[in-house]
Every structure is written in structure tokens, then in C-alpha cells.
């Protein structure tokens, strides 16, 4: 069956369907059209859309879902994706099954430097800006954990991490805190800081080591312990005492 001629068209009061049974179906053109004052479906054993030379442009008044049972590979020299209210794994289908994962990542280089990722809250001109949240949900048998962490290195030298807080231009606001406190329950948790040297400092108002229950240890387990300053005081309720092994 063949349509030709400056103007080609095919209507119906009760729909349209172009198919075959044996072989392939195929709309072509200067520019192709699809509308319909209801939904449009397109289906298949394999589906594929690809702008050959220009860009590709999916839009929508409402909400645009993309769902897979397997990968969503979105790969390309550049993402931008803004305005995201939610970007989630699947859900789980069956009662004992587990949620979709979902990985974020930079390019893999081979010769170069691999590929950044980056995480910015929205700023803006006249107020706050957004903010920044990472974190576990609640379980019911436990809740999962939260690493942040750098990869070793072969021959370089490792990655750092900073967590620094930001500062403030005005004379009578504070600049940012930072809170690292481990959880409560029948045994609280533990907060353990290690490395080759482990300083504190406090710029205006000094360093304060207190425990609300138990004792406060400062120990070296090889060489000295010193203390240091202006003057030295020490004050118990129980008295007072500096042993030597």
C-alpha cells in the first residue's frame, strides 16, 4: 500500500492503525508529527529515540516518570539536572524484596583525571540558600549507614576530606557550627577520631573536653603528656590524683 503526493493523510472516526505483520512500519519526513487529544503510546520489544543532529527535548505539563525493572544509564560529557523533587531506586514489587539502588558517578578516565561529582544547594540573591541533606532512613531492624570516604591511592598521595563550616560577613551573626555526635540507645554510640596527629583548637573561646557521665581520659600510650598555658587548674569533687607506672 503506497501514499504519495504533496499532501497525504489518513483519518478515521473511530481511530487509525498502521501495521504489519511481516517486516517493518516506518514514518519518515522533512518533519514528523504526533498528537492526540489523548494519551500517545509507543511500545515494542526495543524502543529508541535519537536526534541525529540536533538536541532532543522530552517536556511535559505534568510529571515525567522514567521506569525500568533493570538500568537507567543517563551518560554524557555534562548532566544538568535541576529542579528534581525526587530521584529514587524502584520500589520494591514483592514483600521480600529489595529496593533499587541508585549510583551516582563521575566519568571513568583512562590517561586523564576521572570525571567530578558535585552537590550545591540552590542559592539565591535575596535569602538563604538551599540546603544540603544526606542521610539513612528509619528501619525497623536497623537503619543503613552513611560513609563518606576517599579512595586509596597506588602511587599519589590520598584524597583529604574537609567539613568546614561556612563564615559569616556580618559583626553581630555567628558563622556556621559543625556537630558530629554519636546516637543514644541501651549502649549510646561511640565517636572515635584517629590519625598520625589530632589537634583542637579554639579560637575565641578555648577547648572544653567534658563527659555528662563517667570519667574523661587523657592518656599517651607512648611518650609524654603535657599540659600548657597562661595558668593550670584542676578541680575534683573526690580529690585528685597523678600516678606514674
Avoid at 525493572?69 to 530521584?87: C, H, L, M, Y
Wanted: hydrophobic share 35%; aromatic share 2%.
Amino acid at each position: 500500500v503506497s501514499m504519495s503526493g504533496s499532501v497525504a493523510s489518513v483519518s478515521g472516526t473511530s481511530g487509525v492503525a498502521v501495521g504489519s505483520t511481516e517486516g517493518d512500519a516506518s514514518v519518515s519526513g522533512a518533519d514528523v508529527s504526533v498528537s492526540a487529544s489523548g494519551d500517545v503510546g509507543m511500545s515494542g520489544e526495543r524502543a529508541s529515540m535519537k536526534a541525529t543532529t540536533g538536541d532532543a527535548f522530552i517536556g511535559a505539563e505534568g510529571d515525567i516518570t522514567l521506569s525500568t525493572r533493570n538500568t537507567i544509564d543517563i551518560s554524557a560529557p555534562k548532566v544538568d539536572i535541576e529542579g528534581i523533587q525526587k530521584f529514587a531506586g524502584s520500589e520494591a514489587l514483592d514483600a521480600m524484596e529489595d529496593g533499587g539502588s541508585v549510583n551516582i558517578e563521575g566519568g571513568v578516565s583512562v590517561g586523564g583525571t576521572g570525571g567530578s561529582l558535585s552537590l550545591f544547594g540552590g542559592a539565591s540573591d535575596t535569602f538563604k540558600s538551599g540546603s544540603v541533606s544526606m542521610q539513612s532512613m528509619d528501619g525497623l531492624e536497623g537503619s543503613g549507614k552513611v560513609d563518606i570516604k576517599t579512595g586509596n591511592s597506588v602511587n599519589g598521595a590520598a584524597g583529604d576530606i574537609g567539613i568546614v563550616a561556612g563564615n559569616s560577613g556580618l559583626t553581630d551573626a555567628t558563622g556556621g557550627s559543625i556537630e558530629i555526635a554519636a546516637g543514644s540507645g541501651s549502649t549510646d554510640g561511640s565517636v572515635d577520631v584517629r590519625g598520625a596527629s589530632v589537634g583542637l583548637t579554639g579560637s575565641a573561646s578555648g577547648v572544653s573536653v567534658n563527659a555528662t557521665e563517667g570519667d574523661v581520659k587523657v592518656q599517651a600510650a607512648a611518650g609524654a603528656l603535657s599540659f600548657s598555658g597562661d595558668s593550670l587548674s584542676a578541680t575534683t569533687k573526690a580529690g585528685a590524683t597523678v600516678s606514674s607506672d
